[in-house]
């Protein structure tokens, strides 16, 4: 596995597994325990998953220290504000079974998410998170909460993959000191990503699908990647991405499939916040 070093100091796998859409709590057991058995260490979870407890409950079942684990979770838009939230990162302290989680991250920008965040701030001076950061963030939002955050975020969690790079998100991410992290590296399959022909012909050069070509890219750009499969072949498959470099000629390649938009959601349309905010 590689780390990347977090703004405080605290190392991250740079790659991990999600849990987004496995609501089903017997079937996320089973899903992050065959993660475990393959390597995973990175677990990224979120309040609105509501599967917070079958992740808990595989780390415990693992056997493994919790010291082992990076643990993610997020506090959702009906959470936020200071008091709510607190009460909700003891629900997740609670149904994670655990002393403390690695990183936390406002889920979206919307409601009262600076009452979130000096929540955050304090349970992180408590020692119950080691890291602190928000997720769907674009830049301007990112920037001004950097600006006027006693604890700047370390992490931000974007929708990121070949088809939506973040680029320009990443630089200015980057001059804040943030670490950029990928959600859906495979668009969820859109796009039909996974039979993407530039993908799957520079996968073959390497012996790789282009579900490994696409989180080799990620990782090569220093972004942490947290791919989601219940199927075990997939997850074994999705973490063997550190036996081989893509070449400057593939990077160039890969870049070029870049739309610079979403698949999946404009948060800037007010039909997002309304959706969002009835999830
Ligand atoms: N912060 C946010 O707002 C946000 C939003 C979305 C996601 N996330 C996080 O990011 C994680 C990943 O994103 P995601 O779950 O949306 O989508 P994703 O990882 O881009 O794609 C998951 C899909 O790809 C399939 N798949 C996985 N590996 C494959 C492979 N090697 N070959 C073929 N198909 C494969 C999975 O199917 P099977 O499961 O059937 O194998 C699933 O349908 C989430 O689980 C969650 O933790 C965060």
Known sequence: MEYVTLSNGLKMPILGFGVYQVPDLAECERAVSDAIAVGYRLIDTAQAYQN??????AIKKSGLAREEFFLTTKIWISNAGYEKAKASLD????????????????????NDYYGSYRAMEEYYKAGKIKAIGVSNFYPDRLVDLALFAEIPPMVNQVETHVFNQQIEAQKVNSEYGVQLESWGPFAEGKNHFFTNETLVTIG??????AAQVALRYLVQRGIVAIPKSVHKERMAQNFDVFDFTLSDDDMDRIRQLDQKTSLFIDHHNPETVKFLANY
């Open 52 to 57: 917070e407890e079958a992740v808990g409950a």
């Open 91 to 110: 629900e997740s302290l609670r149904k994670l079974q655990t002393d403390y989680i690695d990183l936390v991250l406002i889920h979206q920008p919307f």
């Open 204 to 209: 073959k050069q390497y012996g790789k699908s």
